[in-house]
């Protein structure tokens, strides 16, 4: 199975990102989908996966973070990611075995016109978890989940 890493959004900013985006036309990524990606694993299994999450992840800080702005990578539309302290983010993907590149983002669409997120600024929240997510059919399951450390 195909598995992936992220973080999710809190209950507060996901409403006020579906607000923002309330009465689109285009297809939106349905909102149980919405996540913020670590690191993609690829196909794995994923008992091994998890451990060695549960140590890289153990001890980390949880991310201050908001939806603010939007970007495009091709065709793809995402609202961008802030954080209250630049590099806790990228830290936690590292310590998922990310690479050097690393840009976080919620992937929002496959076919969105124009930028109805210009200027948005979402409501910030802390990731209090990461999660080890699988992928199968279009479809996301948690498989596991690992606190993280909030100050």
């Keep these: 199975m195909r598995l992936f890493s992220a973080?999710?959004?809190?209950?507060?900013?996901?409403r006020h990102l579906e607000h923002a985006l309330h009465g689109l036309p285009e297809p939106v990524t349905p909102r149980p989908r919405?996540?913020?990606?670590?690191?993609f694993h690829g196909e794995e299994e994923p008992g091994p996966r998890a451990e060695r999450l549960r140590t890289?992840?153990?001890?980390?800080?949880?991310?201050r973070l908001r939806l603010a702005g939007s970007g495009r990578f091709g065709a793809v539309y995402f609202a961008a990611v802030d954080e209250a302290e630049p590099g806790v983010l990228r830290e936690l993907a590292l310590a998922c075995g990310a690479g050097r590149r690393f840009h976080p983002h919620l992937t929002l669409s496959r076919a969105m016109r124009g930028d109805p997120l210009a200027g948005y600024s979402g409501p910030w929240f802390t990731a209090r978890?990461?999660?080890?997510?699988?992928?199968?059919?279009?479809?996301y399951t948690v498989l596991d989940r690992f606190p993280l450390c909030a100050k």
């Design 7 to 14: 973080v999710f959004p809190d209950e507060a900013a996901a």
């Design 34 to 39: 919405w996540h913020i990606t670590l690191c």
């Design 56 to 63: 890289g992840l153990a001890g980390r800080p949880a991310p």
């Design 129 to 139: 978890e990461a999660a080890l997510v699988a992928s199968e059919g279009g479809q």
